[in-house]
């Protein structure tokens, strides 16, 4: 092609985009009707949620118009609740956000579409609707039951993320103390049992020794629903290099997060000194929260924390195609999850933004296409396939009251 009539980056990203919307891998606007709202939605409008600032807290990061703008065509809607709920008050409001985000989707036919298939999300696709998932964001979320799980999965979740924040009975989280070094002989059955009915087993949030045995029994792809590379950002929410590696051989996709302190390590490092300057000056002024918070806002005032940019995902993504390859990468923002995305990618309409960005860098409209939904298009309809080669099997048995910390 002549030099004169070479596309620039702006048109391979919006050629791609058009030809494979992103397939989101986390939104948490579903907590957001919970704790704004209650779950009263009948009058909510979700064609334009800027509205939605209230005194300290920021407007939504999601509504109808910037998910178009954004180029979004599937949206994994998390179904989170909080892990330090009591495993049996968990399960009951996880059920109450899947009735919320089924709700939400049933409000709005004519912009969102129920998918719990791969050909479903295809076919919303092809009707200009954004396929509209649900993934349960931690374990907690079946209270120690694989009676819950095969619920969850009827009642339409299509992830599990196997812990959130807190470790399980059965599987260690990456931000809490480890007590089974990975998953214990439960917690692999769990990755068996989700696997064998074709639910994704999502491993944002796990710690390394988790996502290594979570591989190590899987016969069909994992995904990360919103994580970064360790070797960038060095968050234990990130996924090492040594995981990584693997995912050519599962087929797994990481789709990569948009949270500033999980992409930028200059401002995960300020966010450290922060809290060890807070806590030094409470051990030097106990009982004195006056004094704390002056000396945290002179501390403020010369330590202007870095910004995050567009650039450093595509840090991130640069990584993974080294290590695990172009087939392994995919897109999980985190908004609504988050105080804000990085400059440039703040809410949900930045998504063209940063494949503006990969193509800068060189990346072909095939990669592009590939990051943005045909990565997990391909392992979701791997794992249909692996359920459906498994559809003789009986389900995964525990006897009713069993400690699923035994070994």
Not at 37 to 47: C, E, K, Q, T
Not at 110 to 124: G, H, Q
Not at 245 to 250: M, S
Not at 294 to 312: F, M, Y
């Amino acid at each position: 092609m002549p030099a004169a009539a070479k596309e620039t980056p702006e048109q391979v990203a919006a050629a791609a985009l058009e030809a494979a919307p992103v397939w989101d891998g986390h939104n948490d606007v579903p907590i957001q009707l919970r704790g704004r709202f209650d779950n009263l939605i009948n009058d909510f409008d979700f064609v334009d949620t800027l509205d939605t600032q209230d005194g300290d807290r920021a407007a939504m990061h999601t509504d109808l118009v910037r998910l178009e703008k954004g180029d979004v065509g599937a949206q994994f809607w998390s179904v989170y609740v909080s892990a330090a709920l009591p495993e049996p008050e968990a399960v009951q409001a996880t059920i109450e956000q899947i009735d919320v985000t089924k709700r939400l989707i049933a409000r709005n036919p004519d912009k969102l579409a129920l998918a719990l298939t791969a050909d479903d999300v295809e076919k919303a696709m092809a009707e200009g609707k954004i396929a509209s998932l649900m993934g349960m964001e931690g374990g907690h979320s079946i209270g120690n039951s694989l009676a819950v799980l095969r619920q969850m999965y009827d009642l339409g979740a299509r992830y599990m993320t196997l812990t959130h924040s807190t470790t399980l009975d059965w599987a260690d989280s990456a931000t809490d103390a480890p007590r089974h070094d990975g998953l214990n002989t439960f917690g692999k059955d769990v990755v068996r049992e989700m696997q064998r009915m074709g639910m994704l087993v999502d491993l944002s949030h796990v710690s390394e020794a988790a996502m290594h045995d979570a591989l190590d029994v899987s016969g069909a792809p994992v995904i990360f629903s919103h994580s970064g590379a360790r070797a960038i950002n060095g968050h234990l929410r990130n996924v090492p290099d040594s995981v990584l590696a693997r995912l050519p051989e599962n087929g797994g996709v990481l789709m990569v997060v948009a949270l500033p302190w999980f992409i930028n390590e200059e401002l995960r490092n300020h966010s450290a000194n922060r809290s060890a300057e807070e806590a030094r000056l409470k051990a030097l002024f106990p009982g004195l929260p006056d004094n704390v918070e002056a000396g945290l806002a002179k501390w403020d005032a010369t330590n202007r924390p870095p910004v995050s940019t567009v650039a450093d995902m595509a840090d991130h993504i640069d990584h993974i195609r080294k290590v695990a390859g172009i087939d392994h990468i995919g897109i999980g923002g985190d908004y609504d999850g988050m105080p804000t995305g990085p400059v440039g990618m703040e809410d949900v309409a930045g998504y063209p933004a940063l494949f503006v960005e990969l193509a800068k860098r060189g990346y072909s409209q095939a990669d592009l296409e590939k990051i943005s939904s045909r990565n997990m298009m391909r392992a979701m309809r791997e794992a249909e396939a692996f359920a459906a080669s498994r559809r003789d099997m009986a389900p995964i048995e525990y006897p009713v009251g069993k400690p699923r910390d035994a070994e």
